[in-house]
């Protein structure tokens, strides 16, 4: 399950989650699960769930809509 | 009375405190474990005449010996100290809960387990069959809510069952699942340790920590064996790479097998949009779903403009009462021609570009609310591919679309430098809002309800420009191992927060407003200071002189002087470009003002379609689309990508592309109108 994840992972594509489960004959909070697992043991990484220019930095006067991304993982270094 | 100690474990959130206070109350003291900074938390209860002590170990998430916690917690239950420990489960999220009892197994401490937060699992639409779980296990389920105290029946129930007969975790599932996965290296280490299992410890609880590298293990290991084997073991598990991704592939496969017929979930209002979904996610629909979505979009965020965009349009009409009354008050004919021509012009200008802002926000804010636009990002990622990016690169381009500055600052979730720079390169051609204000507007004017489809035309453009850009800055900056895969949690679809979105498009309205009037008015009154001559002739003015000198070269790309300098203008920020048409194209009224003949309330529009034909609009309107975004986005580009030599690069492409289309744009209108 978690090798065939990060094989997964390694092919360099883009899943969801709901994906994932379904290659992995397995549930969503399964997959979730083994993300944070995964996350802990420092093999994935998660990606900032916010961007955009929220910041307000001197000079912007901050257009950007701070966007509710996805919550994303990736494989660490 | 005779005393029983329990012991509360569980991950962190799972209501251990709430337990641990709602069964002592007021009897409970804290301190620190003996030597230890980890706070220790002890109390006490009493039930049907028999005391409990109840001891609430700190909270982690397994039993490996990674931290300061996790080695107390699993020493103290494997001290003996504790008759009986209670794991607790979130049960309204098993698969991620139980992890902590699947760690457990092996160790051969009594145990219940709690299945906490029932109340939020019901509310999931979630059916668990404790019964079912209890007999796969072989120890107590007790289902239950933690704040509900009054309903601890259950639990008191259990322990004094326990008190009776303890019960031990069943390994058979596990171990077999060591065999099965891991198989020679956890036999072979199987094989090496005693039989019976150290202590409180299982050999195959003893044999998969190994095999996780666990120090504390292998000391436990050293306390009860023999130097020779004791070698032989840490040579066996030196070998085993990724040991705690092995064992902890058998823990989830072990918590999946367990929940495999004794939960059973209801569909939920979220679940029903599950065909819808499976067409905003599908591969193949996903992507010409989103781009038909975005075209609606736009196309209603124009209607939605209209009607603003009309009203701010018979702002100028103001001009004449006003000016009467202003010279009728002794103010002088050039300052009121000022404020007249350019600063009401500008103002109008700025009015209506905050009305396709409203539009255009109201719309993609809406996708927003509701969770679409996150299938977007994930629908895209093939289209990501082949330009070389990661997934994550969309999120850059997303933000764009409100403003470039915070896309090219988003790059910085992408750890790649080529990717990154390539990033910010490709997230330049997407429009701001300002952007799709400005074009909205000048579209709007010159082709009515044709705008629509020229804005159409250059959203294409804009895709084979993001092609050919990724191309072009990609073949030096991107390596083709640098792209990984990304997992997305899509976020579920909900009712929109109306006030939330409201809120947003209200904000950026009012950032719009107050940077286009700035900009607009400021870049209007510097162009027509540029423009005055003393004897009122715009002819004579050196601004005038430059521009009929490159006019023979700025017709080239489609473009009067005038546009170009417009053009030229928006490169330090979209909104200028309207400050430079609004001086330019007035200045005949300002001039007239200003040699006393009263003051002249030509509005722009008017002046515009006068001398601009449509060719030359359509020009216009791409060299501006597609120029580059703004002074501010060329400042952060270089700031995050430390690198100037490329900003400018990127720079002087955007430039020179911009020209490039709009003199095909040129040529192109000219065949058409």
Request: charged letters at 15%; one cysteine or more.
């Amino acid at each position: 399950m978690l090798t065939e994840l990060l094989a997964l992972l390694k092919k360099g594509r883009t899943y969801s989650t709901e994906e994932i489960a379904q290659l992995l004959h397995t549930g969503v909070p399964a997959v979730r699960a083994q993300l944070d697992y995964l996350e802990r043991q420092g093999y994935v990484k998660r990606s900032p769930e916010q961007t955009g220019c929220g910041q307000r930095c001197s000079g912007c006067k901050g257009y950007g809509q701070d966007y509710v991304l996805p919550v994303m993982w990736e494989l660490s270094e | 009375m005779s005393n029983t100690t329990i012991a509360l474990l569980g991950q962190p959130n799972s209501g251990k405190s709430t337990l641990f206070n709602g069964l002592t109350g007021s009897r409970q003291h804290v301190g620190n474990w003996p030597g230890k900074t980890v706070e220790q938390k002890e109390g006490y209860f009493t039930y049907g005449g028999k005391k409990y002590t109840v001891i609430d170990l700190p909270g982690t998430y397994s039993l490996s010996a990674n931290s300061e916690e996790e080695i107390i917690t699993r020493e103290y239950i494997a001290s003996g100290k504790a008759d009986q420990v209670c794991i607790l489960a979130d049960a309204s999220q098993l698969e991620r809960t139980l992890f902590m009892l699947a760690d457990y197994v092996g160790i051969r401490t009594p145990a219940i387990l709690l299945l906490n937060m029932m109340d939020v699992a019901e509310e999931q639409g979630k059916t668990i069959d404790s019964r079912a779980i209890a007999k796969k296990l072989g120890i107590p389920v007790v289902p239950f809510t933690a704040v509900d105290t009054k309903n601890y029946a259950g639990l008191f129930k259990a322990l004094e069952d326990g008190r009776a007969a303890p019960g031990i975790l069943d390994e058979t599932g596990i171990s077999e699942l060591y065999e099965a996965v891991i198989g020679e290296p956890y036999r072979q280490t199987l094989a090496l340790l005693p039989g019976e299992g150290i202590g409180a410890y299982s050999s195959a609880w003893l044999a998969a920590k190994l095999l996780e590298h666990d120090a504390a293990a292998m000391v436990i290991v050293k306390s009860a064996m023999d130097a020779e084997t004791v070698s032989r073991l840490a040579d066996m598990t030196k070998g085993v790479r990724n040991g705690s991704l092995l064992t902890g592939d058998c823990k989830f496969r072990w918590i999946g097998r367990l929940l495999e017929g004794s939960v059973s979930e209801a569909r939920t209002g979220e679940r029903r949009m599950g065909r819808f979904d499976n067409v905003a996610t599908s591969r193949a629909w996903g992507k010409p779903m989103a781009i038909l979505l975005i075209l609606v979009g736009l196309a209603l965020s124009m209607l939605i403009a209209m009607p603003f965009m009309m009203a701010s349009s018979y702002l100028p009409m103001l001009s004449a009462p006003i000016s009467e009354a202003l010279i009728g008050i002794g103010i002088s004919a050039i300052l009121v021609s000022l404020l007249c021509d350019a600063v009401l012009t500008a103002v109008s200008f700025a009015l209506m570009m905050v009305s396709f802002v409203f539009g255009i926000s109201l719309v993609f804010g809406f996708m927003e609310e509701i969770g679409y636009m996150a299938r977007i990002s994930y629908v895209f990622d093939n289209t990501m591919s082949k330009l070389g990016l990661q997934g994550k690169a969309i999120m850059p381009f997303l933000v764009s679309l409100g403003c470039n500055i915070g896309g090219v600052t988003g790059t910085r979730v992408i750890e790649s430098w080529g990717q990154r720079v390539t990033t910010m390169a490709l997230s330049w051609v997407v429009p701001c809002a300002s952007t799709w204000a400005v074009v909205g507007l000048i579209g709007s004017l010159f082709f009515g309800d044709k705008a629509l489809i020229v804005v159409l035309s250059m959203f294409l453009v804009a895709f084979l420009h993001i092609y050919i850009t990724s191309k072009i800055f990609g073949r030096s900056l991107i390596q083709p191992s640098e792209r990984t895969g990304l997992i997305m949690e899509l976020p579920p679809y909900h009712k929109p927060r109306y006030r939330n979105l409201f809120k947003f498009v209200f904000n950026r309205m009012g950032d719009v407003l107050k940077r286009a009037l700035t900009i607009i008015i400021c870049v209007s009154i510097l162009f027509w200071a540029l423009s005055y001559t003393p004897d009122g002739h715009i002819e004579n003015s050196l601004i005038y002189k430059i521009g009929i000198a490159i006019e023979p070269v700025t017709m080239v790309f489609g473009l009067r002087w005038q546009m170009f300098m417009a053009w030229l203008s928006s490169a330090m920020g979209k909104e200028a470009s309207l400050g430079v048409l609004a001086a330019l194209f007035n200045a005949q009224g300002i001039w007239t003002g200003i040699s006393g003949q009263g003051v002249a309330t030509a509005a722009l529009s008017g002046s515009l379609l006068s001398t601009i034909s449509k060719p030359e609009a359509l020009a216009f309107l791409y060299a501006f689309f597609f120029n580059m975004p703004c002074l501010m986005a060329l400042s952060s580009t270089v700031q995050e990508s430390h690198s100037l030599k490329w900003s400018l690069r990127i720079a002087a492409y955007y430039l020179i592309a911009a020209l490039l289309l709009a003199m095909v744009a040129y040529r192109v209108g000219l065949l058409i109108f």
